[in-house]
């Protein structure tokens, strides 16, 4: 049983009500975001509209904000942000879902507000405001909105995408627009994409910058703007209708030559039974600039090739993928056309040539993502010399993977990034060596046999023989 002051519901209602809110006065004190909290419930007592009031008061103070948010902000402004969508969702709808689906819309308007000022990653917000477009469409079918003013809200929400934060509106919307609803939305797109464009006078032109040519004007940039925003649109609207051609023809004709335009456009093919069309696609880009093709490029080739009948030559083409890049993705494609247990032998041949590859961490990080520990271990020790410590973001995750089953590989690959740092003299790396040689410490005691590697007291003493006067290293050294 839970010890009675264990911090559960139960053992906080034996404290009673009047205690219970005494503390929370306590602990909201000096914290905006618990008192707003608390200021929601409260509103939640006396019903949806005041819960209503509250959120578009909030809704409303978060956009005429100014101040930047910087990134240890970030997580207690999202947290604002979710509570009152939350509250829009949960309660507001439950209750008065044309009311709810207004809030859900200026929820929405307000990012623009936030990405603006945040100066950091937006990925938080992002996922916040695509998962507002998700409910905007379930709180559109629950008020009965009309579906022309719903196409009339999305296609102005659209038009102010800059950060992306409407991307997934169209494809919410479809079950809610149907078919009218569609049609009038790409009606509008059209319309807009078509407008002619307003030149100001040049003695009125807002020059923002210089480029190859002279000058580059605000209205040139605004009217390209408006056209990518509703090209991307209509080809969503394409998506939706399954309508192949129409995504084609709104794909500008200088990228379809594209490598990643490319396979976009093959994989909607191919989906629509058009192997043909879609290897031609696929073979017509431009290599000239790719050393490398992408490897969805690559992917959809070998689906054409399969979808035409031309197995083995699908199988040989991504075996030659992944002797090119050790690219995983494509030797797992090729392992699941085998037949049982060749699978076996055809991995136990990738794993030979990747020990071969020219690029050891290439090799590694293909090892670890595989994943195949034991191949990795066996990798660093035979190529340990070629190993670049300066790779950090490699070499880490590489030895923690390593350290519980393979010490030994797990140390040479500290080992590397300790050496990279004195060795270059990179005092901003110290620190991080330091804690790197600590590991290399712990690990010792589990490695029966250093083979023709130092033991780690030889280790550290050739250390301070070659790097004794990097007092700012030593001095971190416990």
């Given at each position: 049983?839970?010890?009675?002051?264990?911090?559960?519901?139960?053992?906080?209602?034996?404290?009673?009500?009047?205690?219970?809110?005494?503390?929370?006065?306590?602990?909201?004190?000096?914290?905006?975001?618990?008192?707003?909290?608390?200021?929601?419930?409260?509103?939640?007592?006396?019903?949806?509209?005041?819960?209503?009031?509250?959120?578009?008061?909030?809704?409303?103070?978060?956009?005429?904000?100014?101040?930047?948010?910087?990134?240890?902000?970030?997580?207690?402004?999202?947290?604002?942000?979710?509570?009152?969508?939350?509250?829009?969702?949960?309660?507001?709808?439950?209750?008065?879902?044309?009311?709810?689906?207004?809030?859900?819309?200026?929820?929405?308007?307000?990012?623009?507000?936030?990405?603006?000022?945040?100066?950091?990653?937006?990925?938080?917000?992002?996922?916040?405001?695509?998962?507002?477009?998700?409910?905007?469409?379930?709180?559109?079918?629950?008020?009965?909105?009309?579906?022309?003013?719903l196409a009339d809200k999305v296609f102005t929400a659209l038009q102010d995408n800059d950060h992306g934060q409407y991307d997934p509106l169209i494809a919410e919307m479809v079950p809610v627009l149907g078919k009218d609803g569609l049609e009038r939305l790409k009606s509008l797109l059209?319309?807009?994409?078509?407008?002619?464009?307003?030149?100001?006078?040049?003695?009125?032109?807002?020059?923002?910058?210089?480029?190859?040519?002279?000058?580059?004007?605000?209205?040139?940039?605004?009217?390209?703007?408006?056209?990518?925003?509703?090209?991307?649109?209509?080809?969503?609207?394409?998506?939706?209708?399954?309508?192949?051609?129409?995504?084609?023809?709104?794909?500008?004709?200088?990228?379809?030559?594209?490598?990643?335009?490319?396979?976009?456009?093959?994989?909607?093919?191919?989906?629509?039974?058009?192997?043909?069309?879609?290897?031609?696609?696929?073979?017509?880009?431009?290599?000239?600039?790719?050393?490398?093709?992408?490897?969805?490029?690559?992917?959809?080739?070998?689906?054409?090739?399969?979808?035409?009948?031309?197995?083995?030559?699908?199988?040989?083409?991504?075996?030659?993928?992944?002797?090119?890049?050790?690219?995983?993705?494509?030797?797992?494609?090729?392992?699941?056309?085998?037949?049982?247990?060749?699978?076996?032998?055809?991995?136990?041949?990738?794993?030979?040539?990747?020990?071969?590859?020219?690029?050891?961490?290439?090799?590694?990080?293909?090892?670890?993502?595989?994943?195949?520990?034991?191949?990795?271990?066996?990798?660093?020790?035979?190529?340990?010399?070629?190993?670049?410590?300066?790779?950090?973001?490699?070499?880490?995750?590489?030895?923690?993977?390593?350290?519980?089953?393979?010490?030994?590989?797990?140390?040479?690959?500290?080992?590397?990034?300790?050496?990279?740092?004195?060795?270059?003299?990179?005092?901003?790396?110290?620190?991080?060596?330091?804690?790197?040689?600590?590991?290399?410490?712990?690990?010792?005691?589990?490695?029966?046999?250093?083979?023709?590697?130092?033991?780690?007291?030889?280790?550290?003493?050739?250390?301070?023989?070659?790097?004794?006067?990097?007092?700012?290293?030593?001095?971190?050294?416990?």
């Amino acid at each position: 049983m839970a010890a009675k002051t264990t911090l559960n519901a139960k053992n906080l209602e034996a404290l009673g009500a009047q205690r219970l809110a005494e503390l929370l006065i306590e602990i909201s004190t000096g914290s905006a975001a618990h008192k707003r909290r608390l200021r929601m419930e409260l509103a939640g007592n006396q019903g949806s509209t005041e819960v209503a009031r509250e959120i578009r008061k909030r809704l409303g103070s978060i956009a005429r904000a100014q101040s930047v948010i910087e990134w240890h902000k970030v997580k207690t402004v999202n947290a604002d942000l979710e509570t009152q969508r939350s509250a829009i969702v949960t309660v507001v709808a439950a209750d008065d879902p044309k009311e709810a689906f207004d809030l859900i819309w200026q929820f929405l308007a307000v990012a623009d507000s936030i990405l603006h000022r945040s100066n950091s990653s937006d990925i938080a917000f992002i996922e916040t405001f695509h998962q507002a477009c998700a409910d905007a469409a379930v709180i559109a079918r629950s008020a009965g909105i009309g579906i022309d003013v719903l196409a009339d809200k999305v296609f102005t929400a659209l038009q102010d995408n800059d950060h992306g934060q409407y991307d997934p509106l169209i494809a919410e919307m479809v079950p809610v627009l149907g078919k009218d609803g569609l049609e009038r939305l790409k009606s509008l797109l059209v319309q807009w994409s078509n407008e002619p464009e307003e030149k100001p006078a040049d003695a009125h032109r807002e020059i923002l910058g210089w480029g190859g040519s002279g000058p580059i004007y605000q209205d040139e940039i605004y009217a390209r703007h408006r056209r990518r925003t509703a090209r991307i649109a209509l080809q969503d609207i394409a998506d939706a209708q399954d309508d192949v051609d129409a995504f084609i023809a709104h794909q500008p004709e200088e990228t379809l030559r594209a490598p990643t335009v490319a396979a976009e456009i093959a994989g909607r093919l191919l989906s629509a039974g058009r192997a043909e069309e879609a290897l031609r696609i696929l073979d017509g880009i431009d290599q000239r600039g790719w050393f490398e093709l992408p490897s969805e490029w690559q992917r959809a080739r070998a689906e054409a090739l399969d979808a035409l009948g031309r197995g083995e030559e699908a199988q040989a083409y991504r075996w030659q993928c992944f002797e090119q890049s050790l690219n995983g993705e494509h030797l797992r494609a090729f392992l699941r056309k085998l037949a049982d247990f060749d699978d076996i032998e055809a991995e136990e041949k990738a794993f030979a040539f990747a020990h071969g590859f020219p690029d050891v961490h290439r090799a590694l990080a293909f090892f670890l993502a595989w994943p195949a520990a034991a191949e990795a271990a066996k990798l660093v020790s035979k190529r340990q010399a070629e190993l670049d410590g300066n790779l950090y973001e490699l070499m880490t995750p590489a030895a923690e993977m390593l350290q519980e089953k393979h010490p030994l590989a797990a140390t040479m690959l500290l080992r590397s990034m300790i050496g990279f740092a004195l060795d270059y003299g990179r005092s901003s790396r110290y620190r991080h060596a330091a804690r790197h040689l600590a590991e290399c410490a712990s690990l010792a005691p589990h490695i029966d046999d250093f083979g023709k590697t130092q033991p780690h007291d030889a280790y550290v003493a050739e250390l301070k023989r070659q790097h004794g006067k990097k007092h700012g290293f030593w001095s971190l050294i416990r």
